[in-house]
């Protein structure tokens, strides 16, 4: 099996900064992208980042030169750097990843549960 584990969400004013980690655990051959979304409450899940396992990233409009995502291959770890945080980046932090299993040639998605972030005064 293969478990993702988030850490860092937090409770931080506006202009504030946090960073999120996330861990992959288990039979892990290999990760393509990896990624964060979001979901604010009564709202759909979004796209905040995306790394690819060579180090390409994405962004949403919405945190570009502010956020900025990176990972560890050799630790299996993803972190995102979140700074100038506003009110609206309020929201569960999901993390995944695309992962090969050992023993298998197919990827498929694996999530996390989730890591809470409040920005609020």
């Known amino acids: 099996q293969v478990q993702l584990v988030e850490s860092g969400g937090d409770s931080v004013e506006p202009g504030g900064s946090l960073r999120l980690s996330c861990a992959a655990f288990?039979?892990?051959?290999?990760?393509?992208?990896m990624g964060w979304y979001r979901q604010a409450p009564g709202k759909e899940r979004d796209l905040v980042a995306i790394?690819?396992?060579?180090?390409?990233?994405k962004y949403a409009d919405s945190v570009k030169d502010r956020f900025s995502i990176s990972r560890d291959n050799g630790r299996n770890t993803m972190f995102m750097e979140m700074n100038r945080l506003k009110p609206e980046d309020t929201a569960v932090y999901y993390c995944?990843?695309?992962?090969?299993?050992?023993?298998?040639?197919?990827?498929?998605?694996?999530w996390g549960h989730g890591t809470q972030v409040t920005v609020s005064s």
């Open positions: 288990g039979s892990i051959s290999r990760i393509a992208n």
């Open positions: 790394i690819t396992s060579f180090g390409g990233t």
């Open positions: 995944y990843a695309d992962v090969q299993r050992i023993g298998t040639t197919v990827f498929r998605d694996y």
